[in-house]
């Protein structure tokens, strides 16, 4: 089993709607979450971080932690054509000291 | 404040050469990773480094991968046989502490071909 599990898509949805991207971890002990987008050719960027369960709110940004079932997810609110990357999830596992990334979701916005 | 920096952005190279790429950290951040992002998955980490100390090499190819960070400062990282299936973008990231749960920041990158 994979310590960070994403859906890989590829995922459409029309400009407006509501994207949601779902990621699920292994390690229970897992402390930290986040959520980086990543453009074609260039490097991760961080747009999220979420640490406890419930609901975080950032802009058009949602994420969403569930701890009890190891699930943390992204919802993108009036998705716009610029949204359209790939969006990696990235947690720490309890005894780790560095970052695991899953295999990201490529999420496109159809104008 | 400066982004962490890379170089080269891109290179080619047959396999079975040799190849470095350099990395400096925003400043004053102790903490620096390589990682390697293969097309289509996402970064794994190779190795990181603590001031000039390695943390975590416990997934660096060694036989043909070494890292250095002298000054605890800059660093560079080297493949010494390249194989084709090195071809990745490795990336470095930096963060102020040790301390991951803050999340940290990547630079551009360096795309490698091996061919």
């Known amino acids: 089993q994979k310590e960070v599990e994403q859906n890989s898509g590829p995922l459409s949805v029309p400009e407006g709607a509501i994207a949601s991207l779902n990621c699920t971890y292994s390690d229970r002990g897992s402390q930290s979450f986040f959520w980086y987008r990543q453009y074609s050719g260039k490097s991760p960027e961080l747009i999220m971080s979420?640490?406890?369960?419930g609901d975080k709110e950032d802009g058009r940004f949602t994420a969403q932690l569930n701890k009890a079932s190891q699930y943390v997810s992204l919802l993108i609110r009036d998705s716009q054509p610029s949204d359209s990357a790939t969006y990696l999830c990235a947690v720490t596992p309890g005894s780790a000291r560095q970052l695991t990334f899953g295999s990201g979701t490529q999420l496109t916005v159809l104008p | 404040e400066a982004g962490v920096a890379q170089s080269p952005r891109y290179k080619i190279i047959e396999k079975r050469q040799s190849v470095a790429f350099w990395c400096n950290p925003i400043?004053?951040?102790?903490?620096l990773y390589w990682y390697q992002q293969i097309l289509g998955q996402g970064p794994k980490l190779l190795i990181q480094f603590q001031n000039n100390g390695v943390v975590d090499d416990s997934q660096l190819p060694k036989d043909r991968f070494s890292a250095e960070r002298l000054k605890g400062v800059d660093s560079t990282l080297k493949i010494q046989p390249a194989k084709l299936e090195d071809s990745a973008v490795y990336l470095c990231?930096?963060?102020?502490?040790?301390?991951?749960?803050?999340?940290?920041?990547f630079g551009s990158g360096t795309r490698l071909t091996v061919v």
């Open positions: 990231a930096s963060s102020p502490t040790g301390n991951p749960n803050y999340g940290y920041t």
């Open positions: 400043s004053g951040h102790a903490t």
């Open positions: 979420i640490y406890s369960n």
